[in-house]
């Protein structure tokens, strides 16, 4: 049953950026509350000043105006590899919107072309604890109050297109978003048998327009507008998210290149795999040795 937007009150990780920004954003133009979450104060403050601008249209039906939006969003600044600090969090979501209907773990860090050979250790730990343990500590902090709603809760699971194929100089956070892949598809295996009513859908995003793919697309040295017309816009891939969380399917595929891979795979894994080293090897190993 799919669930509506309006009314109803979500959680928003990586809130202060990218696609995190864009759930956001999409989020409170349907009607919904948001308690934004992300590391970076100052990127949760220009969202909030996006959700206040945004001018109302007829799309939606529901896009609100500036005084309006502004009432609809909370701000929180947390580090998702906190234990400590995710654990305590949803009480304080509590005590700011008295419900909790959903939650959106968007919140990630890349891997900046790094061999497995050298990329440092420390690196390695950051990317594991934002990326996968983050996910998993957000995720079952929030379970309680999710299974508390009488019509349902939602959790969003954010892996990757490298979760499908290995990508050049991202052999950790591939392995990062693979995780988080197979624990969002045990996680939704567990909630049909502990707690039908909530639903947990993982989305593989290909290649989403964001500062991420465009800091990548200028290490690689390929014109940014170039990287700009194969990527997915940001607000496009939000609508897609969400929705697909809304309707509670398990799992969803997002963005041209994604599903390009996703067909190559289940042709061969060898042409998937050498696909992926033509198009991003050349770039990714070039000036450095290969490892």
Known sequence: MTMQTAGKVFVVTGAGNGIGRQVTLELIA??????????????????????????????????????????????HVLDVSDGDAVAAFPQ??????????GLFNIAGIAQ?????????????DQI????????????????PLLAERPDGGRVM???SLSA????????????????????????????????????ATTVIPGTIWTDIVRNSAQTMGVPVAVAKAFAMPA????????????????????????HVYRTLQRVSSVLAERVSYVQVGTFAYREKPVN
């Open 30 to 75: 349907q009607g919904a509350t948001v308690a934004a979450v992300d590391i970076n104060e100052e990127g949760l403050g220009q969202t909030v000043i996006e959700a206040g601008l945004r001018p109302t249209g007829v799309e939606t039906g529901l896009r609100p105006t500036g005084s309006e939006a502004g009432s609809r969003i909370s701000t």
């Open 92 to 101: 304080i979501v509590l005590d700011a919107h008295g419900v909790v209907d």
């Open 112 to 124: 900046d072309f790094e061999t497995t050979s050298g990329i440092m250790p420390e690196r390695i």
């Open 128 to 143: 594991m604890a934002v990326n996968f343990h983050g996910t998993v500590a957000m995720t079952r902090a929030f379970l």
């Open 157 to 159: 699971l954010t892996s």
């Open 164 to 199: 499908l194929v290995p990508v050049p100089g991202a052999a950790v956070y591939g392995a990062s978003k693979a995780a988080i892949a197979y624990f969002g598809y045990g996680l939704a295996q567990d909630l049909r048998r502990q707690c039908p009513s909530v639903k």
């Open 235 to 258: 607000r496009k891939a939000a609508k897609r998210m969400i929705s697909s969380t809304m309707k509670g399917r398990t799992s969803v595929v997002i963005g041209k290149d994604a």
